[in-house]
């Protein structure tokens, strides 16, 4: 307790000489309380420890003792903290630690914790008994949590620290007027370039038809809802606005006709991109987006910026909500190439899961053809059973300055968001209700963070790999097993299928389907009702496993993906239900 912060070890490696500096700090004369406690300074000492990491390559914590309430009472301490949580998100591990009797006010510290949490740090609050015991296990807890974002840091394979981009995060529930905007319009400097699907088929980015005028970027519409300017009859898929045809009007003809020296017209390549499945069309509300400068959001393994379209007034649009997703490691950002290539990984696993879901819709909707008579209740019933739908992810490359940039984007999931079970066995406790104690008891040992928790890898070492399984080429042609689903015979009681087991089934279903080659699992999302009165999993971000995971193979899902060892841990926890009998998914033994 003093008037000042005084920096007593700084740059020490984890050794044994760390440890002999701290011992010798424990004289009494040295460390005599003394004068009152203010936290602004010992706050700010802090931030010039954490800020002179200018790599961003390592797991931050910080720990914050107090035997009361604030000397310097008019400090804006929560304000300081969250300054703190802004710059570091998930890196920085918060303790903030009250070492009084009962009676002593620790309501700032409380406050303190809550605001490192809205910015996306991991941060707690302990008032332990004044014993050495108690504070160890405060202590302990903390260690773990830095050990666990440190992991998420860390290479696998290598052992080198990942560092991470230098970001600033918004406070969870920041209005969207609140804060700055980048905007990418007709300014040729700033501006969308294209705007793409992924075809997994066919290993390839698909690009959509874009709206705007050729020459000056302008709005120009689609076919379907031409505003300003003119759209080519042949390929539908060229556009002039009419400042431009007015300007040249030779442009339209230029664009139809063969030039010197090539084969094909412009519209012609079209055409052929359009027959190729390499030019799709896809309407969206415009071609002009708009980026939010600060994250709101930030997993294991990326950012989360809000987006927005803008129409022609350059307005956001405010129906049509979604988000930008990047990685949070540099080495990902270094170039174009690199953007675009890190989010194929997450483009073919959500599309391929995105195929599943549709099989499976389809076979949970005729599951009560199996049945001669059904009750009508019951009928209506089934029908009321949610269906499963992976948001469509598309790829923007904008450029920003002397920069090109790639950025995933989906549709903002409107609802309660929850993980249904993850990469690592965990399943989440509605799903639970039916399973015995000793299964609870393996369960809740399972992490249970959100999407943005720590991802669990696997050495390629750890695999055994089933030569037997198909080949490459094989897995696009026969994805699914086109067998029939029957229900297994036996007596059912189908009122007493719940939506909590939906998401379960579905996993379970896509191993059997894919013939067990690969299983859908770290389903995480909400559960809502679409426009046309449907009860629906709108789900993201999910996790293939597949069992044979060779290095350099083309279906590559990622460093997420677990192979065998996470397919067995999906079943080590899951029980089967009800649903997954009428889909004819028996019970999978561990191999």
């Known amino acids: 307790m003093r008037d000042d912060a005084e920096i007593l070890i700084k740059h020490e490696p984890t050794t044994y000489a760390l440890y002999n500096a701290i011992i010798d700090l424990r004289s009494w004369e040295n460390l005599k309380p003394k004068g009152p406690g203010n936290y602004l300074p010992a706050i700010e000492a802090a931030e010039s420890l954490l800020t002179s990491n200018a790599s961003a390559g390592c797991a931050l914590s910080l720990l914050f003792f107090s035997d009361g309430s604030p000397s310097d009472k008019h400090g804006n301490f929560t304000e300081s903290i969250g300054n703190l949580a802004s710059k570091f998100g ?6 903030c630690i009250g070492m009084a009797d009962h009676k002593e006010d620790f309501s700032v510290l409380n406050n303190m914790v809550n605001e490192a949490k809205s910015y996306g740090s991991q941060a707690s609050f302990g008032r332990p008994s004044l014993d050495s015991e108690s504070l160890s296990s405060l202590v302990s807890s903390l260690a773990s949590s830095v050990t666990s974002t440190r992991t998420e840091m860390t290479e696998a394979k290598s052992g080198k620290s990942k560092p991470v981009q230098s970001v600033t995060r918004e406070k969870s529930d920041t209005p969207d007027k609140e804060g ?12 969308v370039v294209s705007i793409s699907t992924w075809q997994y088929k066919k290993n390839k980015y698909t690009k959509l038809v874009d709206p705007r005028c050729a020459i000056c970027f302008d709005h120009v519409g689609y076919k379907s809802s031409i505003t300003t300017g003119i759209v080519c009859g042949k390929c539908n898929s060229y556009c002039i606005c009419h400042t431009c045809i007015g300007n040249n009007d030779y442009l339209m003809t230029m664009h139809r006709a063969k030039q010197v020296g090539r084969h094909m017209s412009e519209c012609d390549k079209n055409l052929t991109k359009i027959c190729n499945g390499d030019l799709v069309m896809k309407p969206l509300p415009s071609f002009f987006i708009a980026f939010k400068e600060k994250i709101f959001g930030e997993g294991a393994e990326r950012m989360v910026r809000k987006v927005r379209f803008i129409d022609t007034r350059g307005q956001l649009i405010d129906n049509h909500r979604y988000v930008a997703k990047e990685s949070r490691f540099i080495e990902n950002h270094e170039n174009k190439q690199q953007q675009r290539d890190y989010h194929i990984n997450f483009l073919r696993t959500q599309n391929i899961a995105a195929d599943y879901a549709k099989q499976f819709n389809e076979d949970l909707g005729n599951i009560h053809t199996h049945f001669n008579r059904l009750h009508p209740d019951t009928r209506m019933h089934l029908e009321n ?13 904008v450029v920003d300055g002397p920069k090109r940039k790639c950025f995933l984007i989906e549709k903002l999931l409107d609802g309660e968001y929850k993980k249904f079970n993850s990469n690592n066995g965990y399943i989440c406790k509605e799903a639970r209700e039916q399973t015995d104690n000793d299964v609870d008891d393996l369960i809740d040992k399972f992490n249970n963070n959100l999407d943005l928790g720590a991802i669990e890898e696997c050495d390629e070492d750890e695999e055994s790999y089933d030569d037997s399984l198909d080949d490459e080429e094989d897995i696009a042609e026969k994805l699914f097993d086109e067998k029939e689903t029957v229900p297994i015979y036996g007596n059912y009681n189908l009122h007493d299928l719940k939506s909590h087991h939906i998401p379960q089934a579905f996993s379970h279903f896509s191993y059997v389907k894919s013939r067990k080659k690969l299983i859908v699992v770290d389903l995480q999302g909400v559960l809502t009702m679409t426009r046309d009165g449907k009860n629906m999993f709108q789900l993201t971000d999910p996790v293939i496993h597949r069992r044979n995971r060779k290095a350099g193979r083309q279906w590559d899902f990622g460093r997420t ?27 999978e033994s561990l191999r």
């Open 180 to 191: 700055n905007w980048h905007y990418y319009e007709t300014d040729k400097s700033f501006r």
């Open 561 to 587: 993906d677990r192979g065998k060892n996470g397919i067995n841990a999906f079943f080590k926890t899951h029980q089967c239900t009800e649903m997954c009998k009428l889909l004819g998914l028996e019970k």
């Open 385 to 397: 059973l949610p269906r499963i739908e992976f948001i469509e992810p598309m790829v923007v490359e």
């Open 90 to 95: 998930r890196r920085l591990s918060l303790a």
